[in-house]
């Protein structure tokens, strides 16, 4: 069973609504979109990149102050450009043509000459280096677990040993349990390992009533994913993280975490 390509979805959304598809308020429609929404809406950027920094100095280390950054997943700069003003080398990745063009925009503008902007897919092809700081923040939600976690892999890659990676992932919803008319077989179906087909033939059918409903136009989906914890663990155990720091986050009902980390150099656990 084919998956839903996500990619595709927020190509769209950075061609039609990109400000609203990072940070959904109503403001930020491109409809609606002034110039004081604008201002809001990069404030939140660079209040969120001042508060990971004030974390990384106060749990991994006291004189952080990375050389170069990527930010995977950097949309349309909202925390691309307060990366930039810290760091020497920063470079923003996307699936989206339309959201690099309009954060190229925002950085020619504020005179950021020192961001590289670049294509994304799952095995990060255009990122040559590593880097002092690997960050995403509410990306790798709407990318399938699967891809996600391999993607994870090769951030973890691209990390410097001594750098520092500051990674957002959701793992579940914390609203009433999901009621089921039959669950006894729904039961049976994740028993047997079918959720996953049946959940592709859930995703298929919205997104052909959508197009029904919309005249056949394709319309993109802003889905979101549940990380399984134990793998995301794993993959940091296997690179070498040996500690970390969690912040817990809330989006609407959506629970998550940010994941602080320090990849330090040999294998040695303390306890």
């Known amino acids: 069973m084919r998956t839903r390509n996500t990619d595709r979805d927020w190509q769209v959304f950075g061609q039609v609504d990109p400000y609203w598809a990072v940070a959904v308020k109503e403001e930020y429609h491109r409809s609606r979109l002034t110039e004081q929404a604008l201002r809001e809406f990069f404030a939140s950027g660079a209040s969120h990149v001042a508060a990971v920094f004030q974390i990384i100095r106060q749990y991994l280390d006291p004189k952080f102050q990375p050389a170069s950054a990527l930010d995977f997943g950097c949309g349309v700069g909202r925390l691309l450009v307060p990366l930039a003003q810290v760091c020497g080398t920063v470079v923003g990745v996307d699936v989206s043509p339309g959201m690099l063009q309009e954060a190229r925009a925002r950085c020619d503008a504020l005179g950021l000459s020192h961001v590289r902007l670049l294509p994304s897919d799952d095995n990060l092809s255009a990122v040559q280096e590593k880097f002092d700081l690997v960050h995403s923040y509410i990306v790798l939600q709407h990318i399938p677990c699967e891809r996600g976690v391999h993607i994870l892999g090769r951030l973890l ?69 549940a990380y399984p914890l134990n793998d995301i663990f794993f993959r940091l155990q296997q690179a070498g993280i040996r500690r970390l720091h969690v912040e817990f986050s809330n989006h609407g009902g959506f629970v998550g975490l940010m994941l602080l980390f320090k990849k330090e150099a040999g294998d040695k656990y303390l306890l």
């Open 157 to 225: 890659e691209v990390l410097h040993e001594g750098g520092v990676g500051a990674l957002h992932f959701t793992y579940g919803h914390d609203g009433p349990p999901e009621r089921s008319r039959y669950p006894r077989l729904k039961a049976l179906v994740k028993a047997v390992g079918l959720y996953p087909v049946v959940r592709g033939l859930r995703q298929f059918g919205r997104s052909l009533r959508d197009r029904m409903r919309d005249g056949g136009q394709f319309q993109p989906y802003m889905q979101m994913n």
